[in-house]
């Protein structure tokens, strides 16, 4: 297995209620951050591909309630001009 590494940003900010949720859902894998003043989960996943972590990562983040991811950044996919 790979590590794969990468951020979900989220549709709302994360209490520590929240937190918890996240956490028994799957994603102690997971730190709760921000990115541009968007609340985010920083994942490190071990899976066997990316789109595995990214897919799994995903459906456990939205399994709790009024979360949805509203999109994925990875470093690996940045590229300077």
Do not use: K
């Amino acid at each position: 297995m790979t590590t794969h590494t990468f951020l979900l940003i989220l549709s709302q900010p994360i209490d520590e209620a929240t937190s918890d949720l996240l956490f028994d859902a799957g994603l102690g894998d997971a730190a709760v951050t921000a990115v541009g003043g968007e609340p985010a989960l920083d994942v490190d996943r071990d899976a066997s591909s990316p789109q595995e972590a990214i897919a799994s990562a995903t459906r456990q983040a939205e399994s709790v309630p009024g979360i949805r991811v509203l999109r994925l950044e990875r470093e690996d996919l940045v590229r300077s001009a």
